[in-house]
T-cell receptor, first 108, second 112 residues
Framework: QKEVEQDPGPLSVPEGAIVSLNCTYS??????FMWYRQYSRKGPELLMY????GNKEDGRFTAQVDKSSKYISLFIRDSQPSDSATYLC????????FGAGTTVTVRA | KAGVTQTPRYLIKTRGQQVTLSCSPI?????VSWYQQTPGQGLQFLFE???????NKGNFPGRFSGRQFSNSRSEMNVSTLELGDSALYLC???????????FGPGTRLTVT
């Protein structure tokens, strides 16, 4: 079993829809959680960084962490075609463990 | 502030050769980590350097090595290249006292 599980999708939504992404993890020692966006043939771009359980909002993005369930989520409101990318969850300390990434397509 | 830079961006090598990749972190960041990204295995941690010392290492063979210089720039070396080493090699830097990592564009290595 992988340390971090993420449904690879693909996920296709119409423009303006809410995109919901999630990851589960098995290592209860994980304290820091991140979401990255990666466009084709580019490096991952940090979107959200959270430490504690609860919600964190940044513009159209909301990250949720539920440590008791070992479950994290990312919501993208009012999705745009430019949001089409692969979204990766990551967690850990110095060494990050990544999910497989979910490929999202937002249809205009 | 400039982001993480990596050189070269693309590289083609022959099996058995060795290769050196370079990474310059964000100014002020002293921690540099390296990751390998492949379609089959995803993103996997190689190692982390802080103040010229390797602090953490992933589960890769000894053919993968690295170093960090006093200006925080880092290099990664892969010796005796194998076809399976074809991947996107990503470098990430981290500000001291925080755990978020910022990635560079990567070096795409193809081994033929």
């Amino acid at each position: 079993q992988k340390e971090v599980e993420q449904d690879p999708g693909p996920l296709s939504v119409p423009e303006g829809a809410i995109v919901s992404l999630n990851c589960t993890y098995s290592n209860s020692a994980f304290q820091y959680f991140m979401w990255y966006r990666q466009y084709s043939r580019k490096g991952p771009e940090l979107l959200m960084y959270t430490y504690s359980s609860g919600n964190k909002e940044d513009g159209r993005f909301t990250a949720q962490v539920d440590k008791s369930s070992k479950y994290i989520s990312l919501f993208i409101r009012d999705s745009q075609p430019s949001d089409s990318a692969t979204y990766l969850c990551a967690m850990g300390f110095y060494k990050l463990s990544f999910g497989a990434g979910t490929t999202v397509t937002v249809r205009a | 502030k400039a982001g993480v830079t990596q050189t070269p961006r693309y590289l083609i090598k022959t099996r058995g050769q060795q290769v050196t990749l370079s990474c310059s972190p964000i100014s002020g960041h002293r921690s540099v980590s390296w990751y390998q990204q492949t379609p089959g295995q995803g993103l996997q941690f190689l190692f982390e350097y802080f103040s010229e010392t390797q602090r953490n290492k992933g589960n890769f063979p000894g053919r993968f090595s690295g170093r960090q210089f006093s200006n925080s720039r880092s290099e990664m070396n892969v010796s005796t290249l194998e076809l399976g080493d074809s991947a996107l090699y990503l470098c990430a830097s981290r500000p001291t006292g925080s755990y978020e990592q910022y990635f560079g564009p990567g070096t795409r290595l193809t081994v033929t």
